[in-house]
């Protein structure tokens, strides 16, 4: 063959592969909705402190509305599993509370969070487990398997 035969044919086989090859890759979109650290909250994202500091904003803040014991068990499992504890964070600081959301400082909301996975029984940890929306969105809510 050819040297310039085969220049012609790689050319041609490596541009009819870039559609191919692009398509393989992952788009942009979906690589930003895949963590690059795949935690969930099995992986003791919180502190017993930080728990008992959500107890007790939740009984300050919450209790008049809500009773513990909807955010345990199956309760919480079916409503928030396959979800990201930044999905929980924005929920709760975008519409809690109902007579004033939004009220609570960030890192009350993250308190409360973990008062919720202590009381599921959630493996503790020794650090409070951030209030920071982005780094919740990486921490993924799965079922506890205790």
Request: negative net charge; hydrophobic residues 45%.
């Amino acid at each position: 063959m050819s040297r310039l035969l085969s220049r012609r044919l790689f050319a041609a086989v490596t541009i009819a592969a870039v559609p191919l090859i692009a398509s393989m890759q992952p788009s942009a979109t979906a690589a930003a909705a895949q963590p690059s650290d795949p935690r969930t909250i099995l992986d003791r994202v919180f502190s017993v402190a930080q728990a008992e500091r959500g107890e007790q904003r939740f009984k300050q803040s919450c209790s008049s509305c809500h009773r513990a014991d909807e955010f345990a068990g199956s309760a919480f499992s079916e409503r928030w599993e396959a979800q990201t504890l930044g999905d929980l964070f924005a929920y709760i600081s975008d519409s809690m509370p109902a007579d004033d959301p939004g009220a609570l400082k960030p890192e009350e909301y993250a308190n409360v969070i973990a008062f919720f996975l202590g009381q599921n029984g959630y493996p503790v940890g020794t650090d409070d487990l951030p209030a920071d929306a982005a780094v919740l969105k990486q921490i993924g809510i799965v079922a506890n398997p205790k």
